[in-house]
């Protein structure tokens, strides 16, 4: 099943955690951990005011390598579960590399190829969302 299919088959029910903000332990973390391993241009859409959301946050960013898509995927994974003490509900792309989305349910992280990035324009198709640069 491809990765967008996934998030248009969850529905909101099964979000269990209270909905967070870009304060959150999580989303700090999250952030942190792409930082440290160097991802670019990271952003954050604040989708909790759009209904037919899957998440409250998207969290992007991009890398120039396979390799380094997946080191910022599994850090993230690793500080998520070292700080937060939360693993994820899911990931996906992990084999490829070009695009590796880390589920967290109220939080999914999109972990681009900058190529890959251009093509799918997240940003764009959620245009109705707050963004935030976090550079």
Not at 13 to 39: D, M, V, Y
Not at 74 to 101: F, Q, S
């Amino acid at each position: 099943m491809s990765t967008l299919s996934l998030l248009a088959a969850r529905s909101k029910e099964t979000k269990a955690s209270p909905r967070i903000n870009r304060n959150s332990k999580l989303f700090k973390t999250i952030l942190k951990a792409i930082q440290e391993k160097k991802g670019e241009h990271i952003v954050s859409l604040d989708l909790r005011k759009i209904p037919e959301a899957v998440a409250d946050f998207f969290i992007i960013c991009e890398a120039s390598s396979t390799t380094q898509v997946k080191a910022i995927a599994d850090h993230i994974e690793h500080l998520v579960k070292e700080n937060c003490e939360e693993v994820p509900y899911r990931h996906e792309g992990m084999t490829a590399a070009h695009w590796v989305l880390v589920d967290y349910v109220n939080v999914v992280v999109h972990v681009f190829q900058t190529e890959t990035r251009k093509f799918y324009r997240l940003e764009e198709m959620w245009s109705d969302a707050n963004s935030a640069d976090h550079e």
